[in-house]
């Protein structure tokens, strides 16, 4: 709602109309909040970085290397020689940053990770074999941490990822703008048009996908499987591809690990469908579950 707010409803109507007023300046109120407390916490990070000795190390964490990128801390420092480029973040740079992150980083994969246990749940011969891959490489050690070699190894499931985000991915659709007028699906464009491209109607494309309505995480482990290209889409393409598409397929497949050594995860109702509400993401706005101990 706060984005649409402020891309559909002109500012007249922001500004004079009550309605939309006291919604926009709620919005307004609680990202004030959000940027104090989000400085509070990069000013904090900065004096704890300042008053640790160079050669002692640092937390590992995002902050802390956005912090510290082209600072004498940053294993690249010096290596590329444009000043523009080259520059420490200022502070409000930090926390666009860290906030695009929290905004994009957080239900797409939270919601991610609801429709995977979704579709386990009704695919009982996808779920053992994806037991058998997780006890075959933690040997049944349901707390040792996982390394990255572990990713690297966990195949099916990342393959699980791919397969559940084919075919029900959390993204629905992202946006062009035309630069200038060009032709599309044999129509003519004017510049400035904005195109939406539909993730859903491109993963479930027989033109590009066998049995796209077949929920099938093999497809992925076939020896040298590639997508035709643009037609695997979750998290865009060009230059305005998700940044975090890679700590995303990480925090999932940790996130599969983490839950599924340990736990048996299984719906309450197998029959009940799978409750969603669309809008810049599909959520998923119910999903019960049960929670056992695995022996
Ligand atoms: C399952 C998880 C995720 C999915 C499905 C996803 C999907 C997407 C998609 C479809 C876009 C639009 C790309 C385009 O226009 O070509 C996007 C953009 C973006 N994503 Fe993600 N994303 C995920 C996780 C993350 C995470 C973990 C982060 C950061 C921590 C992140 C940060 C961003 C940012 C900053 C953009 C805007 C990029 C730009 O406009 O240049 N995303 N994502």
Redo the contacts with the bound molecule.
């Keep these: 709602m706060g984005l649409l707010i402020f891309q559909f409803v002109p500012p007249f109507l922001r500004h004079y109309f009550p309605y939309f007023k006291n919604k926009s300046d709620d919005i307004l109120r609680n990202i004030e909040f959000i940027n104090q407390r989000m400085d509070a916490i990069i000013k904090r990070r900065r004096e704890e970085i300042e008053n640790t000795p160079l050669d002692k190390p640092l937390s590992n964490d995002l902050l802390t290397s956005i912090i510290t990128a082209n600072t004498p801390r940053d294993i690249n420092y010096n290596k590329i020689d444009d000043k523009e480029v080259t520059r420490p973040m200022t502070d409000s740079e930090i926390r666009v940053i860290i906030f695009?992150?929290i905004i994009?980083?957080t239900d797409?994969?939270a919601n991610?990770i609801s429709f995977i246990v979704y579709y386990l749940a009704h695919h009982p011969d996808v779920k053992r074999k994806m037991l058998n891959e997780i006890d075959r490489i933690f040997q049944g050690d349901k707390t040792r941490p996982i390394t990255e070699n572990d990713i690297h190894n966990l195949k099916y499931c990342e393959a699980i990822v791919k397969e559940v985000?084919r075919i029900f991915?959390?993204?629905n659709s992202?946006s062009r703008c035309l630069e200038k007028p060009d032709e599309i699906a044999g129509y003519q464009w004017p510049a400035d048009t904005i195109i939406r491209i539909n993730?859903d109607a491109i993963h479930n494309n027989e033109e590009y996908w066998d049995e796209p309505d077949k929920f099938n995480p093999d497809r992925w482990m076939v020896e040298g499987f590639e997508p035709k290209k643009n037609s695997f889409?979750?998290?865009?393409?060009?230059l305005?591809?998700?940044?975090?598409?890679k700590?995303?397929m990480i925090?999932?497949v940790c996130l599969m690990v983490l839950l599924f050594r340990k736990y048996d995860i299984d719906l309450i109702d197998k029959k009940a469908p799978l409750k969603t509400e669309s809008s810049i993401i599909t959520a998923c706005t119910e999903l019960l579950v049960e929670i056992k101990l695995r022996n």
């Design positions: 695009d992150g994009a980083g797409t994969t991610t985000s991915s959390v993204a992202f993730i889409i979750m998290f865009g393409g060009g305005r591809v998700c940044p975090g598409r700590l995303a925090e999932l």
